[in-house]
């Protein structure tokens, strides 16, 4: 079984910046992906953006597309995600998972903690 562990959260003013890292402890199957979700109070848990294990590709939904980059480091065995130009309504806790090939939370079967971002000023 593989296990996630989040780190990089915090509280920020709107306009700033936060990288989020997912440590990744044991093997992931090629075909998924490593995913990143959040999940605001009150709020169902949405996707944000995913890297693929196969070939690194990556997908962000819309509303995060050109302030957030997915990275990733092999050597570490980490994936990344770059908030950049951060809003309030990106207040949440952040959970990365893997074991499914999108950003439907039902397909992925191990999660990490999360963490928690705040936006605020």
């Known amino acids: 079984q593989v296990q996630l562990v989040e780190s990089g959260g915090g509280l920020v003013q709107p306009g700033g910046s936060l990288r989020l890292s997912c440590a990744i402890f044991g093997f992931t199957l090629d075909y998924s992906v490593i995913a990143w979700f959040r999940q605001a109070p009150g709020k169902e848990r949405e996707g944000v953006s995913f890297?693929?294990?196969?070939?690194?590709?990556?997908y962000y939904e819309d509303f995060v597309k050109g302030r957030f980059t997915i990275s990733r480091d092999i050597a570490k065995n980490t994936v990344y995600l770059q908030m950049n130009s951060l809003k309030p309504e990106d207040t949440a806790v952040y959970y990365c998972?893997?074991?499914?090939?999108?950003?439907?939370?039902?397909?992925?079967?191990?999660w990490g903690q999360g963490t928690q971002v705040t936006v605020s000023a």
């Open positions: 998972a893997t074991g499914g090939r999108g950003l439907l939370p039902r397909e992925h079967d191990s």
């Open positions: 890297i693929s294990n196969a070939d690194s590709s990556t």
